[in-house]
Structures are given as structure tokens and as C-alpha cells.
């Protein structure tokens, strides 16, 4: 054997690539059980004394729940069982202890046990028929507490912990925290499945959510994080529970606070405010505590080192006055999403607090999305939202601008001009989405105006835009053909409800100034529930220029699933 195969930490290197999905990142999670490259990990720790320890560790770094661990037990401690929820959509295995442990039942566990720095398993996107990894039943963490007691904690080196809602009853908040968490502990995160049977958090269970999160073995957690994982992009609203205000008390070390479903209150936001290691806040607010927390008392050192703020809100004023206070001065990317369409979302209104070189000075990422409140929510199809102009757009050409989404399904009025303009002004640009639904308006914007765009930002990765493809123009003549603009960095390209007479042309253009591309999307397409592609409405001209495009992309599949492999078909 090469003697730098005797570095145990070479092997661990090495050993987590036998995974397929090769964990990284903070907070790294299994989605799907068991794990794919798990069955050879299991065999190289069997192999000989140098891999075993190795890849013992990688094998048991991440698991989906305490199950696993649990099943190290004598076989005759407990009992598997099968219960199938939604027509078998959802296959849940539960694990039940059939008899007294004592602590010599723990022998193999404590070996594994130390290993383990992340419990949790976060759904896939997809929720068709899926086995998910083991539940516990309520009563087998406390059973195992009580035969630990007097113990050291079971999970020593743990970083992350994923729960259900569903599981905090009376005795598992205490069972949590005596058995699993320590200081050791950086993550938590509180998940809720929606699908029909699961109901929302009661009272009663914020209440035991409060008791384990307020337990001294926590006060060093730095990520708190509440998520809904569903098969539908539907927003699920939890309400104001005190717990959340709470935590905002006694947590003012968090670095990461990330509770979109909980609707926090102005008096929250006022404790937020102050957390002086806050680097990232994601959360909903309705509008009168907003304009409760703009009438309070301002200060510069508030939000000293918030980087990232994910907003979910119904009115876009209240938070613009928001905005306009001292503060912030460390805020790179603002994520604001829109409840309903009730309220007019006037965006020239709300952009023109950048004029001012104080306000958020050092800001490179705005988006700006429309939340569905119901599925389907196809024929919304224009909120009520201003057009984007050139003259919406110019406070920002100050800023040095890396991605600017606006996806709120309104109309933009743009030309070359416009569009030359903010290439100018942003040269770093990376992600430009300008989404458009709009079929009743002729765009200004041609091929011209985005070879501009792709010439003068050579970093630009994604494109949303509408424009006018009826007509290709000069810039494919065979005379200029030598000195075509390319977009090499460009991977997904979004044509909106781009107006099209020939595919013919575009299916030979486009992988020539973009031979990199990964994607193209085209506007009159929805995605329901199941993942299936839908239409609706379409008028005979709409169709037209709808299965024009589709045609392009069904051409180009080939091209652009070998670019999204790692195989590009030209470089330039």
C-alpha cells in the first residue's frame, strides 16, 4: 500500500467522494436514505485497521435521524414498523424499544456515536413514493435518556440537528436536550412536512419548542432555522408565537436567523436588530408591525453586521422606510417577497432610496419575487405593480450591482439603450432576471441590446429577459460571423414571452454566442404540483411563438445537457 494511503486524513479526503452526494458546506444534510456509496464505505471499513477508523467516520458524519445509531442496540431492545401515510406516498418506518436497556446495551452505540456532527434529513424537491429513513417513537428518546442518566451525553462532537415539529411532545424537549445536545451544538433546525394530515404547531408545542431551545446547553447556537419542506412552492404562515420572542431575548449571538414561516412582531425585530453577530435574517412581517418598528427610536449600530435580509412582506413602503434608516451599513443582498397583490408595489418609489450614497452603500444583490398565496396561481398573470423603466433603474447604476432579480410578473419597458446602460454601470454582473408574463406589450429590447449586455459583462451566468426575436438581424451575416460577441460565462437563459416567427434561426444562433448554455426557459410554461409542464390560456398568436421557442429548446436539449454534464460543445 502507497505510504500516503497511512494518513488517515488523506483517506477521509478520499473516502467522502465514495458518497455521491459528498457532504459539504455548514450545515450538510442526507436527502435521500440510505445513501448512495454507503454500502462501499461500510465494506472499505472493513478492509483493513488503516481505512477502518477513516471510513468508519465518513460513514457515520451525517445520519437522517437517531435511528441508525439506535439500531446498534441487541436486536432484542426493540421493533421496526411500517405506516404508510397519503396513498403511499410517504412510507415511514418507525422504531419502538421493546424492553429495559441498561448501560452495557449501549456498548457498540457510544463506539459510533462520536462520530456523528450532523442528525437530520431534508426531503427532495421531488415527493413522489419516497422511503424515508426511520422515525423514533416519542417515548424511545426518553427511554433511552433515562437508561443514559448519570452518563455523558450520547452525541459528544454533534454540530447539527434537524427536528420534525411534529415531535415535540411533553417529554421530548427535555429528552433532546439532556441526551443529544451539547455545546458542541451550532445548528438547529425545526422542520415541518406539509402535506394534508400534518397539522401546524399547536400552543402546546411552542411551548415545548421554547423549553428545549432556552436550555443552557444552547446558549452558544449560531444558526436557528425553521423550514417547510413541501412538493409545492405554497408559503405556510406559523403566526407570532412567543417563542420567537423568546429566543430573540436570549440568543444575541446568533449569526444566522432563518424563520420565513413565523411572522415576527415589531418588538422581535427590535431585539433582531440589536444581535451583534447577526450575518444573515430571513423572516415575515405583516405591514403595521413594520410600520410599528419604523416609528421606533433609530440607531447606526442596528443590524451592525447583517449581510443578508430575506423579507416576506405585503407592502413594499413600509419597508422602504425602513430601509432609509441608519444602519445596515454592512447589507450586500436584500430578498424581498411579495404577499398578494392588493397593495400597488410602486418600484421607482422604492428604488429611489438608493440615490443616496448612505443608504445601504454597500448593496450588490436585489430580488424582488411574487409569492404564490395558492396553487395554481396562473391567472394572475399582472399584479399590480409599476412597469420597469429606464427611469426605475437609474438610482441603482450608481451601485456595483452582481444580480438583480425582479420576478413580481409585471411589464418592462426597456430598450438598447437602457439595457447598454446598465451593462455599463455593471460590469461584475453575474445574474440579470427581468421575468416578464406580459403577452399585450411589443418589447424594444433585440438581439442587439443582449449582445451589448453579454460583451460588456463577461461574468453574466443567468439571463431573464424579454425581447424581440422575430427578427435576428445583421449580427449573424456570414461577414461578421469571425467576430460574433460569445457569452461564455452565460449557463441559463430565461426568453420570457419573446416574440418569435423562426425557430430555424435561433436554433443555430444560439449555441454559437452562447456555447456554454445549460438552459433555456421560455414564458407561457407553468410547473404544477406533480412536475408536469403546463399551458393555459394560450391565444393562436401566443401559440405561435410558444411552440416556436419550444422547438429551439427541444433542438437544443442535446447541446445543452452535455454543457450541464461538463462536456462544453466550444470554447471561444
Known amino acids: ?116 456532527r450532523s442528525i437530520g434529513f431534508s426531503y427532495p424537491a421531488s415527493f413522489s413514493k419516497y422511503k424515508t429513513p426511520h422515525r423514533l417513537d416519542p417515548q424511545v428518546l426518553c427511554t433511552v435518556r433515562d437508561a443514559t442518566r448519570g452518563h455523558s451525553r450520547l452525541l459528544p462532537s454533534l454540530k447539527h440537528l434537524r427536528i420534525a415539529l411534529r415531535e415535540f411532545g411533553e417529554e421530548v424537549p427535555t429528552a433532546y436536550a439532556e ?16 402535506y394534508s394530515d400534518e397539522p401546524l404547531p399547536t400552543e402546546s408545542n411552542w411551548k415545548n419548542i421554547e423549553l428545549f431551545l432556552l436550555s443552557p446547553s ?42 420565513p414561516p413565523i411572522e415576527i412582531t415589531h418588538d422581535v425585530l427590535i431585539n433582531i436588530a440589536t444581535m451583534g453577530n447577526l450575518k444573515t435574517l430571513k423572516c415575515s412581517i405583516d405591514s403595521a408591525e413594520l410600520s410599528l418598528f419604523s ?39 436584500i430578498e424581498i417577497l411579495r404577499r398578494g397583490d392588493i397593495d400597488r408595489w410602486d418600484l421607482d418609489s422604492f428604488f429611489d432610496i438608493f440615490r443616496y450614497e448612505n443608504t445601504i452603500p454597500r448593496i450588490t444583490s436585489i430580488n424582488l419575487l411574487k409569492v404564490t398565496a395558492s396553487f395554481p396561481d396562473l391567472p394572475s398573470l399582472h399584479c399590480n405593480v409599476s412597469p420597469i423603466t429606464t427611469q426605475t433603474l437609474v438610482p441603482l447604476l450608481s451601485r456595483n450591482m452582481k444580480s438583480l432579480n425582479i420576478d413580481l410578473r409585471g411589464t418592462t419597458e426597456l430598450n438598447n439603450r437602457a439595457i447598454s446602460d446598465l451593462a455599463e454601470a455593471w460590469p461584475n454582473l453575474e445574474l440579470l432576471r427581468l421575468t416578464e408574463a406580459s403577452t399585450e406589450t411589443y418589447p424594444s429590447v433585440t438581439i442587439e441590446g443582449i449582445t451589448t449586455l453579454i460583451s460588456m459583462c463577461p461574468n453574466l451566468r443567468t439571463l431573464s429577459l424579454r425581447f424581440d426575436a422575430k427578427e435576428i438581424g ?36 444560439l449555441p454559437r454566442i452562447f456555447p456554454n448554455l445549460w438552459g433555456l426557459e421560455i414564458g407561457w410554461v407553468y410547473i404544477l404540483p406533480d412536475g408536469e409542464e403546463d399551458t393555459q390560456g394560450l391565444q393562436s398568436t401566443d401559440g405561435i411563438h410558444y411552440h416556436c421557442w419550444e422547438h429551439v429548446r427541444h433542438s437544443l436539449l442535446s447541446f445543452m445537457t452535455a454543457n450541464a454534464r461538463g462536456n462544453p460543445r466550444g470554447t471561444c
Open 218 to 259: 444552547l446558549m452558544t447556537l449560531t444558526n436557528f432555522t425553521i423550514s417547510i419542506q413541501q412538493p409545492y412552492p405554497i408559503p405556510v404562515y406559523m403566526g407570532s408565537p412567543s417563542t420567537i420572542k423568546s429566543l430573540s431575548e436570549s440568543y444575541g449571538h446568533l449569526e444566522v436567523l432563518d424563520i
Open 1 to 116: 500500500m502507497h505510504p500516503c494511503l497511512n494518513i488517515s486524513e488523506v483517506l477521509s479526503n478520499i473516502f467522502k467522494y465514495v458518497l455521491e452526494d459528498v457532504p459539504s458546506g455548514e450545515v450538510p444534510e442526507i436527502t435521500r436514505w440510505p445513501e448512495a456509496g454507503s454500502m462501499t464505505l461500510a465494506a472499505l471499513a472493513r478492509t483493513c485497521k488503516a481505512f477502518s477508523e477513516p471510513a468508519l467516520n465518513v460513514l457515520w458524519y451525517r445520519q437522517p435521524s437517531l435511528a441508525p445509531l439506535l439500531n446498534c442496540l441487541p436486536v432484542d431492545c426493540y421493533q421496526v414498523t411500517e405506516i404508510v401515510r397519503g396513498d403511499r406516498m410517504f412510507i415511514n418506518t418507525v422504531m419502538t424499544i421493546t424492553r429495559d436497556l441498561t448501560p452495557s446495551d449501549f456498548e457498540r452505540v457510544r463506539h459510533h456515536a462520536k462520530r456523528i
Open 179 to 194: 441526551l443529544v445536545v451539547g455545546s458542541s451544538v451550532q445548528t438547529i433546525c425545526l422542520s415541518f412536512i406539509d
Open 295 to 333: 416609528q421606533t427610536a433609530t440607531s447606526p449600530d442596528h443590524f451592525p453586521t447583517l449581510l443578508a435580509l430575506s423579507i416576506d412582506i405585503p407592502h413594499l413602503h413600509f419597508l422602504k422606510d425602513v430601509l432609509k434608516r441608519p444602519g445596515f451599513r454592512c447589507l450586500r443582498s
Open 474 to 509: 445583421p449580427i449573424i451575416t456570414s461577414s461578421q460571423a469571425n467576430v460574433m460577441v460569445h457569452g461564455l460565462s452565460l449557463r441559463h437563459l430565461d426568453v420570457c414571452t419573446s416574440l418569435i416567427i423562426e425557430s430555424t434561426p435561433w436554433i443555430h444562433f
